[in-house]
C-alpha cells in the first residue's frame, strides 16, 4: 500500500475555558480505559442499575426513569420533546438564547405547533411572563432551556413547575450546560423531564444524554408504545394491530423502548454505549463523593473569582450579572480588538481554550467557562494570567496583576 | 450523607465470544483516554477530517461525506434512512432477520411507504428475488441489511447496486455488524449509503456509528436542507421560509446538517463526541495497518476454524453456512440441552460470552462470534476448549479435543 496510517492520537495540552466542552476529569478517562462486557452481562446490567440511582442522585428526584440517551445532549433533547408530544399538540418554547430556538426547532421537526415568547438575549424570563403565555397557548409541554450557554443567563425555574401543573402541562428543562454546576431540583421544582450532557459541569466527554422522566412523563411516552417487529412478544406486547397509532416517530428516541432496555425486561434496544457509560459513571461518583451542593458551591466560588478577575482587567460583562450561571461568563470584546486575534493567541501561545458566541452575539463576547474539572481556583487563575497579558498585546489597557488579584480576594472572600 | 458511592469501575474479565460487542482493542480504550480538545480546536477539526479518509477506506470509497453519527450503530441506520427518506416515499426493505425488520420499522416511523419481502431465517435472497420487488414497488429507496446477526446470514450486495440504479432506486446498506470483517466494496458496487458500528469487527466500543454517502445521496438530503434557527446565516442560507417542505423530521439525525459541521463550513450542531471519535479513528487506524484485506482474510480464516471445531464437536450448524457471515456461527442447540445453562456455565466459569438469538430461533442457537480484537486464533481454541468442557459437563457426549484439533487443523490449511 501506498497510503499511510496517520499516527496514533496526541491531542496538544489544552486548558479548556470555553462553553464547553471542558477537560474531562482524569478519573472519567481512566474509567473509559475499562474493558468491555456484554451487554446483559450481570455487571453491565449492574452497571446501569447504578447508573440510574446515581444519577438521581445528581437530578436529586426519585424517578425511577432517571438513566442515559446514547448520544449527545441534542440527543437527549430530542428524545425528550419527540417522545413527550405527538404530532399536532401544542408545545410553549419562551427562549432567551440559541438553546431556546434549538427546543423550539425540534418540537417543530417532530411536527408539534410551537408557540414562542422571546426576551432579549442576556435576559431571562419573569415566571409570570411565561405563566400568562401558558394560559394564553395551554400547551402539553412548556420546553425551556435552564443555562443558555449562548447568552450564560440562567432562567429561573423553582416556581415553574406550579405554573405548569396548574394548567395541565408537562415541564421539560433541558439542564446541559447547568446541570451540576447550578442549584437544580427536579422533584422540588416539579419538573417532569430533564436532560443533560457529560461535556460541561459533569467533567466528562460529550456523547451521553443523562435524563430523567416523573411518571406523568412516563405515563404520556408508555402510552404511545410500539416494539418493533422481529423482538415483540406476543404475550407481553399484544398484537401489533393494538399498538397505539400515536407511536414516536424515531426509533432511536422511543424512550418506551429504551426504558423497556433499562428496566426489568432489558428488551434489546440499541447496544449500550458501554465506555460512555463507564464515563457517565464515573462523571457522577466524582460530583457524589465531593457532594452534589458542594460542587455547586464550587461553581459559584470559581464563577464569581473569574468575574471578579474579568471586571477587574476592566472588561464589560455582558447580560444580566445577577441571572448568569455560575460555569460561564460572557465578555464584551473591547472596542477596536479582534475577538478572534484575542482568542488565536490565547490558544496558540498559552494553551487555552476561551469561546465566541453565535448570533447576535457572534463577534461581540466572548465566553469563559469554570465549569467541571476546570471550576479550580488554579484554572481560573491561570487564564486570568495569560488573560492580561494577551490584551496588553492586543494593545488594550490593563492593570498589572489586577484579574488575578481580585480573583484571589474572591477566593477569599467565599 | 447516609449514601454512599458505589466503588470505581472494575468489570469482570471477560472474552466476548457473541454476536457483539466483542472486547475492544485494548489501543483503542488507550486512545480514548487521550484528554479533550475544543470541538473546533484545529487539533480536532484536523482529527475529523483524518477520520473521513480513515474511513473512506474503510468502507473503500472516494465519497467525500464519510464521517460519523455520534450514537450507536442504530443510530446511523436512523440517520440515513431518515435523511434520504421522505414521509410517504417508497421504500423496500428485503428481510432475512431481525436487523431487516428493524430498517422496516425505523422507515415506518419515519412515515414512509415500506414494501418488504422476506425469506427464511437462515436464508439469504438471491438478487434476481430483490430485482423483482424493486420492479413491481418502484422504490425510492432499497434498505438492506448486509449481515444479520440474528441468523448470521450474509447477504450477496456485489450486484444489487446496479438493479438500483437501473430502476432509480437509492442503494442503502446496513453493514453494522459486517463491515470490516466480509468483503464490502461501496463504490465498486455502487451502494449510496452505508451505516456501521464499532462493536463487531471494528474492535471498539458502541457508541460511534461511521457513515458514507455517494453524491447522489448527498444531493437527496441537501434537497432537504434546513439550518436551525439561532445560526442560520441570512447570506449563506437565505429566507427561512425559503427553506425546503421537506425537511427532514429529526434534527440531530438530520445529515445535512452534520455535513455541514463535518465540511468546511463547520456550522455548529451537537458538539462531537471527542472520545468516541478518538476511539473510531484508532479502530480505522488498527484496521489499516494490518491492511483492510488482510483484516477480512483473518476473520475468514477465524470463522472458517470456528465453524470446522463446532462442527467437530457434533453440533449442528443453523442456516445457510455457504452464505454465512465470517464473524459469526449459530450452532443449534442440543435437544433436552438447556442452553441458558451452558450459556451460564461457559460465563460464570470460564469467563467466556456467547450469544442467544432472537424471535424464532430464541432459545434454538447460540451464536458464537470470532470478530474485530477477538478473530484470534488463541479466543478460538480457549472457546473452544471450554465449551467442550460445558458440553460434558451438561451430558452432551463429545469426543475430547475433538473441537480444538478440528479449529488448529482449519488454521494450518489456511
Redesign the interface.
Known amino acids: 500500500?501506498t497510503?499511510t496510517?496517520?499516527p496514533?492520537?496526541?491531542?496538544?495540552?489544552?486548558l479548556?475555558m470555553?462553553p464547553?466542552?471542558?477537560?474531562?476529569d482524569?478519573?472519567v478517562?481512566?474509567?473509559?480505559?475499562?474493558?468491555?462486557?456484554?451487554?446483559y452481562?450481570p455487571?453491565?446490567t449492574a452497571?446501569m442499575n447504578?447508573v440510574m440511582a446515581?444519577y438521581r442522585?445528581v437530578f436529586a428526584t426519585r424517578n425511577e426513569a432517571t438513566l442515559l440517551v446514547?448520544?449527545?445532549?441534542?440527543?437527549g433533547i430530542?428524545a425528550a420533546i419527540?417522545s413527550l408530544v405527538k404530532p399536532g399538540e401544542l408545545v410553549l418554547v419562551p427562549i432567551f438564547?440559541?438553546?431556546?430556538?434549538?427546543l423550539?426547532?425540534?418540537a417543530e421537526?417532530?411536527?408539534a405547533e410551537v408557540h414562542t415568547i422571546e426576551t432579549a438575549w442576556g435576559q431571562v424570563f419573569p415566571t409570570s411572563a411565561i405563566e400568562r403565555a401558558v394560559a394564553r397557548v395551554r400547551p402539553r409541554l412548556v420546553a425551556i432551556v435552564q443555562g443558555d450557554t449562548?447568552t450564560t443567563m440562567n432562567q429561573p425555574l423553582d416556581e415553574l413547575g406550579d405554573v405548569c401543573a396548574r394548567y395541565g402541562a408537562l415541564l421539560y428543562a433541558d439542564a446541559t450546560a447547568s446541570l451540576g454546576g447550578n442549584d437544580f431540583e427536579m422533584d422540588g421544582w416539579r419538573i417532569d423531564a430533564a436532560t443533560a450532557?457529560l461535556?460541561k459541569c459533569l467533567s466528562g466527554?460529550?456523547?451521553?444524554a443523562p435524563i430523567s422522566l416523573s411518571d406523568a412523563a412516563v405515563d404520556v411516552i408508555r402510552a404511545r408504545k410500539?416494539i418493533?417487529?422481529?423482538?415483540r412478544d406476543p404475550r407481553l406486547d399484544g398484537d401489533p394491530d393494538d399498538a397505539s397509532p400515536d407511536?414516536?416517530?424515531?426509533?432511536?428516541?422511543?424512550l418506551g423502548q429504551v426504558l423497556d432496555y433499562w428496566g426489568p425486561r432489558r428488551l434489546?434496544?440499541?447496544?449500550?454505549?458501554?465506555?460512555?457509560l463507564?464515563?457517565a459513571?464515573?462523571c457522577a461518583?466524582i460530583i457524589?463523593?465531593e457532594?452534589r451542593q458542594q460542587v455547586i458551591d464550587r461553581h459559584r466560588v470559581a464563577g464569581g473569582a473569574m468575574l471578579a478577575g474579568v471586571q477587574a482587567l476592566g472588561l464589560r460583562v455582558f447580560g444580566d450579572v445577577a441571572h448568569k450561571m455560575h460555569n460561564v461568563v460572557a465578555v464584551e470584546i473591547p472596542a477596536g480588538v479582534d475577538g478572534e486575534a484575542v482568542r488565536g493567541a490565547l490558544?496558540g501561545d498559552f494553551g487555552i481554550?476561551i469561546g465566541t458566541s453565535?448570533?447576535p452575539l457572534a463577534g461581540r463576547v466572548w465566553r469563559i467557562g469554570t465549569m467541571g474539572h476546570n471550576a479550580r481556583k488554579d484554572a481560573v487563575l491561570t487564564t486570568l494570567a495569560a488573560l492580561e497579558q494577551v490584551l496588553r498585546r492586543a494593545g488594550v489597557p490593563v492593570g498589572a496583576g489586577t484579574g488575578v488579584d481580585a480573583a484571589i480576594d474572591a477566593y477569599r472572600a467565599a
Do not use: K, W
Request: hydrophobic share 30%.
Open positions: 500500500m497510503e496510517v496517520p496514533q492520537i496526541d491531542p496538544p495540552a489544552r479548556l470555553g464547553g466542552p471542558v477537560n474531562a482524569p478519573r478517562l481512566r474509567a473509559m480505559s475499562a474493558q468491555l462486557v456484554g451487554q452481562d455487571s453491565m452497571y447504578e446515581l442522585r446514547d448520544g449527545t445532549s441534542r440527543a430530542e419527540v438564547g440559541r438553546f431556546g430556538h434549538l423550539a426547532e425540534i421537526r417532530g411536527g449562548s450532557g461535556q466527554p460529550s456523547g451521553s410500539r418493533e417487529a422481529g423482538i407511536f414516536v416517530r424515531s426509533n432511536y428516541f422511543d434489546n434496544h440499541h447496544t449500550e454505549a458501554t465506555s460512555m463507564y464515563a459513571r464515573e461518583r457524589l463523593e457532594g490558544l481554550e453565535f448570533g
